[in-house]
């Protein structure tokens, strides 16, 4: 099994920033994709961004020059890094990674529980 945790998540100004961590552990050969999603109340949870295990990025174009997706593959880590922030911004953060457990081609999808990301003056 593999356990998914955010941090980093809370109450910031418009034009502020923060920046969120998750952490996979567990049964975990390899990670080919981990990516933050977000849904504000009466919205369908949206992708924000995905980075692929060798680096490549997708981001949405609501957060494209803002926001940043990086990960550390040695800690199982992914990190958003969000500037710039504006009230629409606000929803819980969702962490999601598709993992490969073995050597064999599975591949199982995780969530994180979610951090709540607020953005009001």
């Known amino acids: 099994q593999v356990q998914l945790v955010e941090s980093g998540g809370g109450l910031v100004q418009p034009g502020g920033s923060l920046r969120l961590s998750c952490a996979a552990s567990?049964?975990?050969?390899?990670?080919?994709?981990m990516g933050w999603y977000r849904q504000a109340p009466g919205k369908q949870r949206e992708l924000v961004a995905s980075i692929a295990s060798g680096g490549s990025t997708n981001y949405a174009d609501s957060v494209k020059g803002r926001f940043t997706i990086s990960r550390d593959n040695a800690k199982n880590t992914v990190y958003l890094q969000m500037n710039v922030l504006k009230p629409e911004d606000t929803a819980v953060y969702y962490c999601?990674?598709?993992?490969?457990?073995?050597?064999?081609?599975?591949?199982?999808?995780?969530w994180g529980p979610g951090t709540q990301v607020t953005v009001s003056s």
């Open positions: 999601n990674a598709d993992v490969q457990p073995t050597i064999f081609p599975r591949r199982d999808n995780y």
């Open positions: 567990g049964s975990i050969f390899r990670i080919p994709t």
